[in-house]
């Protein structure tokens, strides 16, 4: 089955600094990669995805990279906020709809 | 719409008692799902709905868990008995569309705690 990796675990970075996060996937068969933000108490929430056509893709300060032949893909946010503060997780999916996600990224913005 | 609506949101029960966990996907999604997430082992999937027939069911744990979708609007989680190690957040999400659309969304979780 999917498996995926999500490295660090956990995150400390100043505020205004960049913050990057890296997951890697076991089936070259995956095509598409979210990512969602769970702030503390909440519901996970997508925050920005990637299909396997695509290489690159950004929405303001946050940015994901997809490499295909590494099977690997990074979530990117620059100009970090206090507000940043949450748990990431990466996800893969095969050809069905279903999910795998990976661990988690506790990300701390320090002000 | 008021997204995916989960009940009941807090639930503390004595092991061995039986839990049922409630969900109402958003109207006119195909999918539905079943997470648990807790430290240890993260976000988890149990079991998944499409067009309310279960096509996966292998994540869930072992008998004492059931899963049912008697029609679109309305599924439940069953827990029976339960098991302090059953302790843990499930969510419910659910995702438009026909198989491979994308985006989950989620409810607002069941925080179950089993003493």
């Known amino acids: 089955g999917e498996n995926v990796e999500q490295h660090p675990s956990t995150l400390s970075v100043q505020e205004g600094d960049s913050a990057v996060i890296k997951c890697t996937y076991s089936d070259s068969a995956s095509n598409y990669f979210p990512w969602y933000k769970q702030e503390l108490g909440k519901r996970p929430q997508l925050i920005i995805d990637i299909r396997s056509n695509v290489g690159e893709k950004k929405d303001q300060r946050i940015a994901v990279t997809l490499n295909k032949t590494a099977k690997h893909f990074s979530l990117h946010i620059t100009e970090t906020q206090p507000e940043d503060s949450a748990v990431y997780f990466c996800?893969?999916?095969?050809?069905?709809?279903?999910?795998?996600f990976g661990g988690g990224t506790r990300l701390m913005v320090k002000p | 719409d008021a997204g995916v609506i989960q009940s009941p949101r807090h639930e503390v029960t004595e092991m061995g008692q039986e839990v049922t966990l409630r969900c109402k996907p958003i109207?006119?999604?195909?999918?539905l799902f079943w997470y648990r997430q807790t430290m240890m082992r993260g976000l988890e999937l149990l079991i998944y709905f499409n067009n309310n027939v279960p096509i996966d069911d292998s994540g869930m744990p072992e008998d004492r868990f059931s899963a049912k979708m008697p029609n679109a609007s309305f599924s439940t989680l069953k827990i029976q008995p339960s098991e302090p190690r059953d302790s843990a957040v499930y969510f419910c999400?659910?995702?438009?569309?026909?198989?491979?659309?994308?985006?989950?969304?989620f409810g607002e979780g069941s925080r179950l705690t089993v003493l």
């Open positions: 996800a893969a999916k095969l050809g069905g709809n279903m999910l795998t």
């Open positions: 109207s006119g999604h195909n999918s």
């Open positions: 999400a659910s995702s438009p569309g026909p198989l491979g659309s994308g985006e989950l969304f």
